[in-house]
C-alpha cells in the first residue's frame, strides 16, 4: 500500500484538464481523503501548455508534491514534459503508444468508436471526450468503484444529460476494456465530510457570513474567481456584487456603499490596487471602514497574470499618500481566510479604516479538503454605530479611544460631511489649523494602538512546534502549508506564522523569536517579511529562503533545503 498518490494532468489550455482534475479530486475526497490540488495555467485561454496536480492522501496534507504516480497527458508535448517526474512505479496514460514499459495500455480509440455509435455521432465528436478515458483509467488502476466516478460526472454535467451519459458510457467501456497491469492500493481511510474548496470560495463565505451587503470588482485574475462566486448567490443571501468599468471606480464605489451604513468591499489583485491607491488615501482621510481583498500575483505590471508570488508585501504596507491608519492581515489557508474576512469587517468599522486583506494566487487556484467551518465561533461587531435618531451628531468627534460616532445618511440629527481635505469634527473642510490638524492627526493614528490592544493574539501569530527549539522559521501566507508539512517531519525547527502586518505586533514576535536563530521563507525575491521584522524588532534572520519562479513551494524542495547541515544566507528554490 502507498501512503500518498499524486496525480498529474497536462495538456493545452481548453482540453479538458481542469475538467479531469478536478473530478478526481471530488470523488477522492468524497472517500474520505485529505487532498490537495495545485493549478499551473498559461496565461492565455486555449493553446499553451499548462498542468494540474492532485495529491490524496488519508492524513492531512497542505501541500502539493514533485512526485507524479499517474501522469495524464492529454499531448505529446506534455509526455515529454514531466515522463522524467514520474515515479518508479508510475503509470502514463496516453492515447498514443509509448515505448515506455510504464505506459497504461488503453483502447481509446474503439472505446470512443463504441460509444459515438451507441449515440449516433461521429467519432471525432467524441474526441474532445478522451480525457474521460484517462480519468476513468487512473480511477480503475485505484480500484475505484465506477459508479462514484459516474455519479460525480452526471453533477458536473447537470445541465446537459447527453454530454453526462457520454462519459459515463465511456467509463462503463473503460472498466470492462481495460485490464491495468499497474495498480495503486492507496492505505485506507474512513469517511468524514469536509469541503473541498479555495480561498476564493472560503473568503466568498466569510462574506456571506460577515453580512456583507455590496462588493465591486474589476475583473483580474485570480480575485475574479471570489467575486464570480458571489455573484452566484447573492440573490440566496441579499447582497449586492457590481462590475464596474475599472479598479478605481470599484474602490470608489466600495467606499461610497460603506458610507451609506453597508458592508462594503472590493477585491483585486496586484495591478489593480495599484490604481486604487488615491481612494485607499481617501479611506484613511475620511475614517472609512472598507475591506479591500488583495490576491498577489507574479508582477511588475501584468507580469505573469495566473502565477504565483509574494512580491506586494512593501507596497500593501505603504500604498497611498500621506499617514493614516489600515490594517493588514494575512491568512495562511483556506481556514484562516473564512474567519479573517468576518474579523477584518469587524475590525474596518469598529475602528473605521481600511483593512486589506493580503492573500495570494497559491491559495486562490488550489483546492484542498477542508473541515467545515464552525459558525459558532464568529462575532459580529459593527463598532460605534448610530442608526437612530441623535442629537449634536460630530461625525470625527474627538474621542478617547480615537473612533467616534458613525452615522447614515437618513438618520434625523445625524448630518454627515465627508470629503478628502482635513476637516473638524463636524466634517466640515474650511480648516487648515495647525491644533485641529494635530489633534485629528493623533486621532486617527492612535487607533492603530487600540487595534494591537484589542485584537486577538491568534489574528497578529500563530506558533507551530516546540517552543525549545532554538531554529524558528519565519514566515507568512501560503508558504505555512508546506512548511508544516516540512515540520511533521524535522523536529529540530518551530514556525512562528506572522499573520497581522500593520499595525505589526512586535510584542508577540519578541516572544518567540528573542535569542534564537531566525529562517525567513518567503515567495519574492527580496524577502520582504525579513526587512519588516528587522525594521520593527532590530531582529536579523540568519537565512532568507526565497522562491519567486511563479509557483509555489512543493513538499519536497522545502524538505531539501531544511535538511542542510547549513543554510546559506540566501537560498533560492527554482523547483517549478
Known amino acids: 500500500m502507498i501512503h500518498d498518490l499524486n496525480l498529474m494532468v497536462a495538456g493545452p489550455q481548453g482540453s479538458g484538464i481542469n475538467f479531469t482534475s478536478d473530478t478526481f479530486a471530488k ?30 492522501c488519508k492524513d492531512m496534507i497542505r501541500s502539493y508534491s514533485e512526485r507524479i504516480d499517474i501522469l495524464i497527458p492529454l499531448d505529446a508535448k506534455s ?58 483509467g487512473a480511477t480503475k488502476m485505484i480500484g475505484l468503484d465506477k459508479e462514484k466516478l459516474k455519479k460525480v460526472i452526471s453533477e458536473n454535467f447537470a445541465s446537459k444529460p447527453t454530454i453526462a451519459s457520454m462519459n459515463n458510457a465511456i467509463v462503463d467501456e473503460v472498466y470492462s476494456e481495460f485490464s491495468p497491469t499497474r495498480t495503486f492500493d492507496l492505505e485506507p481511510t474512513t469517511y468524514k465530510k469536509r469541503m473541498f474548496i479555495n480561498s476564493t470560495h472560503a473568503v466568498g463565505m466569510g462574506k456571506v457570513e460577515a453580512g456583507m451587503k455590496f462588493q465591486s470588482y474589476y475583473p ?131 475602528y473605521q479604516l481600511p483593512v486589506i486583506v493580503l492573500l495570494d494566487k497559491a491559495m486562490a487556484m488550489s483546492n484542498y479538503t477542508v473541515d467545515p467551518f464552525d459558525l459558532s465561533k464568529i462575532r459580529i461587531n459593527r463598532g460605534k454605530l448610530v442608526l437612530s435618531e441623535t442629537n449634536g451628531y460630530l461625525r470625527y468627534k474627538f474621542e478617547e479611544d480615537g473612533v467616534s460616532p458613525r452615522s447614515v445618511p437618513g438618520i434625523k440629527g445625524g448630518l454627515i460631511t465627508i470629503a478628502g481635505d482635513e476637516h473638524d469634527e463636524d466634517g466640515h473642510i474650511f480648516t487648515e489649523d495647525a491644533d485641529n490638524r494635530v489633534k485629528m492627526m493623533d486621532k486617527r493614528m ?120 547549513k543554510l546559506e544566507k540566501r537560498e533560492v528554490l527554482t523547483y517549478a
Open 27 to 56: 470523488v477522492m475526497a468524497r472517500e474520505g481523503y485529505h487532498v490537495f490540488t495545485n493549478a499551473e495555467l498559461f496565461s492565455t485561454i486555449k493553446g499553451e501548455h499548462s498542468y494540474f496536480r492532485v495529491r490524496v
Open 220 to 350: 483580474i485574475t485570480p480575485a475574479s474567481d471570489e467575486s464570480n462566486y458571489l455573484e452566484r448567490v447573492m440573490e440566496r443571501y441579499d447582497f449586492v456584487v457590481e462590475q464596474t468599468e475599472d479598479e478605481i471606480a470599484a474602490i470608489n464605489m466600495a467606499v461610497a456603499a460603506a458610507n451609506t451604513g453597508l458592508r462594503s468591499a472590493t477585491s483585486t489583485s496586484g495591478p489593480g490596487f495599484s490604481l486604487m491607491v488615491e481612494a485607499l488615501s481617501y479611506a484613511g482621510m475620511t475614517e472609512t471602514p472598507v475591506v479591500i481583498f488583495y490576491y498577489q500575483r507574479a508582477g511588475p505590471a501584468t507580469g505573469m497574470p495566473t502565477r504565483h508570488e509574494q512580491g506586494d508585501l512593501k507596497f500593501a504596507l505603504s500604498a497611498g499618500h500621506g499617514e493614516f491608519p489600515r490594517v493588514i492581515i494575512a491568512p495562511g489557508d483556506h481556514k484562516e481566510a473564512f474567519y479573517d474576512t468576518i474579523e477584518a469587517f469587524n475590525i474596518a468599522e469598529e
Open 79 to 136: 509526455v515529454m514534459l514531466h515522463a522524467k517526474e514520474l515515479s518508479k512505479d508510475g503509470s502514463i496514460i496516453f492515447e498514443d503508444s509509448l515505448e515506455d514499459p510504464r505506459h497504461a495500455d488503453i483502447p481509446y480509440k474503439e472505446i470512443l468508436q463504441t460509444v459515438a455509435t451507441k449515440f449516433g455521432k461521429a467519432l471525432s465528436e467524441l474526441n474532445v471526450m478522451k480525457n474521460t478515458v484517462a480519468l476513468a
Open 446 to 565: 492612535h487607533k492603530m494602538e487600540s487595534v494591537l490592544k484589542a485584537v486577538n493574539a491568534d489574528t497578529k501569530v500563530k506558533f507551530y512546534g516546540k517552543p525549545t527549539n532554538k531554529k524558528v522559521i519565519v514566515s507568512w501566507g501560503s508558504s505555512k502549508g508546506p512548511i508544516l508539512d516540512v515540520l511533521d517531519k524535522l523536529g529540530e525547527y518551530s514556525l512562528l506564522q506572522i499573520r497581522m502586518m500593520e499595525p505589526f505586533p512586535v510584542e508577540e514576535v519578541m516572544k518567540f523569536l528573542k535569542g534564537k536563530t531566525i529562517i525567513a521563507i518567503e515567495q519574492n525575491y527580496t524577502g520582504q517579511l525579513a526587512d519588516l521584522l528587522k525594521e520593527k524588532t532590530g531582529l536579523e534572520v540568519s537565512s532568507r529562503i526565497v522562491k519567486f519562479n511563479g509557483r509555489p513551494f512543493a513538499f519536497e524542495e522545502m524538505v531539501e533545503v531544511l535538511s542542510k547541515s
